[in-house]
């Protein structure tokens, strides 16, 4: 049994930038694929990044490519979401998931946290 606990959303303003963090409970370095997706109000869950267990392999989403970066710390079982020059559109809860392959889909992932709130004010 994997547990997934995000940290380090809040309010910026446009522009400004966050660094989210997911604190892994159990061996995750070996097991898992981890990923970053983000549901707006009103909107589906969406991928936004993802890390291969090795952390060679980062896949993002169209909409964050060149501003966000994913990477993890498997000695302390952390995954890191930096995200730089933020935008409105930006805002919504983040969760941190853990699954066995590289991919964009929700579905596969079968640990996911609680969720942490980033909100880009313009």
């Known amino acids: 049994q994997v547990q997934l606990v995000e940290s380090g959303g809040g309010l910026v303003q446009a522009g400004g930038s966050l660094r989210l963090s997911c604190a892994a409970s159990?061996?995750?370095?070996?097991?898992?694929?981890m990923g970053w997706f983000r549901q707006a109000p009103g909107k589906e869950r969406e991928f936004v990044a993802c890390?291969?267990?090795?952390?060679?392999?980062?896949p993002y989403a169209d909409s964050v490519k060149g501003r966000f970066t994913i990477s993890r710390n498997n000695a302390n079982n952390t995954v890191f979401l930096q995200m730089n020059s933020l935008k409105p559109e930006d805002t919504a809860v983040y969760y941190c998931?853990?699954?066995?392959?590289?991919?964009?889909?929700?579905?596969?992932?079968?640990?996911w946290g609680q969720g942490t709130q980033v909100t880009v004010s313009s």
């Open positions: 998931a853990a699954g066995i392959m590289v991919t964009t889909q929700s579905n596969a992932y079968a640990y």
């Open positions: 159990g061996r995750i370095s070996i097991n898992y694929v």
């Open positions: 890390i291969s267990r090795s952390g060679d392999i980062t």
